[in-house]
């Protein structure tokens, strides 16, 4: 079956075209630059970008993927969680197109998809579930920080996630106090580079609790008031680069401790990684590491698949599919909050 999946959730305008678990296309619009001039989302502008941006980008990914409507086989869309007008843009679009083609539909959870878009990779990308292996999934991007055990193929639990900010959020707010664009995490990366990481001692937040959650507004704020005391430091790129890879360090200790810690206590083999902050090399290296000592096998999402896209959504789908779950009903509604079980 070709199936064609679309993702609207947050500001990238997604659609992708899927079959037999290979990618045949995979377009994202990304609308960063459109809202770094606010310092971060804007749900209005996002919506208006979506109901622009979705035709063009469904088409080139059916003319990238060589595939007519007409001859796909069902057509999914990221249900929830996410911004409700930018989620009801994908959502009812990709429902409208079922409705035209008289095709099943699906509405999938967008962290659900991001479980599985370690497993996809090559090139050209197709998902390998043949080496599926029950792991613990570490999701982490500006909206979201979970750990997920994935006990069998579409069959997962929730362990912890975060408190208050996600992790590429105290990216991001770091960044707006140090005055790097928006998102700040890809250029707090840069800073960071080969700086030392030691120069400052951040809180690292809820690393020794035994639970699998996690808390970074409190980091966030002990950088506030560090250069609320030390305004100096912004005027010396020598300290703000120091400054830049401590916050890293601890944002990446915290994250890799908490994922390993919880993958040798379900005594899972493997650990997987995916969201936008997973394109941070830093917790790449560190992941790698920790994982390679603990004896741990690692699947990191391919970069391109790290941030949203649709080609996760369709390939959940997809196998949804072919596992034998029904397709939702045409009028499905969006779930703006929906929680991962
Ligand atoms: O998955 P994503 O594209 O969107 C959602 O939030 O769902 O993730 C974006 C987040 C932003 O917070 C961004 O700063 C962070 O991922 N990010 C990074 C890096 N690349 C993206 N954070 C740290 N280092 C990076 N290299
Ligand atoms: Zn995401």
């Avoid at 209005?44 to 007409?70: C, G, I």
């Avoid at 994250?255 to 919880?262: D, F, G, I």
């Amino acid at each position: 079956m070709i199936l064609l999946a679309i993702e609207t959730s947050c500001d990238e305008t997604a659609a992708a075209v899927v079959q037999a678990g290979r990618v045949l296309s995979n377009v994202v619009s990304s609308q960063i630059q459109l809202h770094a001039e606010y310092g971060g989302v804007v749900p209005e502008l996002a919506t208006r970008e979506h109901l622009r941006n979705l035709a063009p980008v469904t088409q080139t990914a059916l003319r990238q993927a060589n595939v007519t409507a007409a001859q796909l086989g069902g057509v999914a869309a990221t249900r929830g969680p996410g911004l409700p007008s930018a989620l009801m843009v994908g959502l009812k679009s990709a429902e409208a197109m079922a409705f035209a083609l008289r095709k099943p539909f699906l509405g999938i959870h967008h962290h659900e998809a991001h479980l599985y878009s370690p497993w996809i990779g090559g090139s050209p990308p197709a998902a390998d579930f043949s080496s599926f292996q029950p792991n613990v999934s570490l999701v982490v991007s500006g909206g979201h920080t979970m750990l997920v055990h994935v006990e069998a193929e579409l069959k997962h639990r929730l362990l912890g996630s975060t408190v208050d900010d996600a992790a590429g959020e105290c990216f991001d707010k770091v960044g707006k106090l140090i005055g790097l664009p928006y998102p700040g995490g890809p250029a707090l990366e840069k800073l960071a580079e080969e700086a030392n990481s030691q120069a400052f001692v951040f809180p690292r937040p809820l690393l020794h609790d035994a639970n699998d959650d996690f808390s970074f507004s409190g980091l966030k704020t002990s950088v506030r008031y560090c250069l609320r005391d030390h305004p100096e430091i912004l005027g010396d790129g020598k300290r703000v680069r120091e400054l830049c890879a401590s916050v890293q360090a601890a944002i990446v200790e915290v994250l890799v401790t908490k994922t390993v810690r919880a993958a040798r206590r379900l005594n899972v083999g493997c650990v997987t990684a995916s969201g936008g902050v997973t394109c941070n090399l830093a917790l790449r290296k560190e992941l790698a590491a920790a994982c390679q000592k603990a004896g741990l096998l690692l699947r990191l999402a391919e970069k391109s698949l790290c941030t949203d896209n649709a080609a996760m959504i369709g390939i959940l789908a997809e196998r949804k599919l072919l596992c034998g779950q029904s397709s939702s009903p045409l009028d499905t509604e969006i779930a703006a909050s929906w929680a991962l079980a």
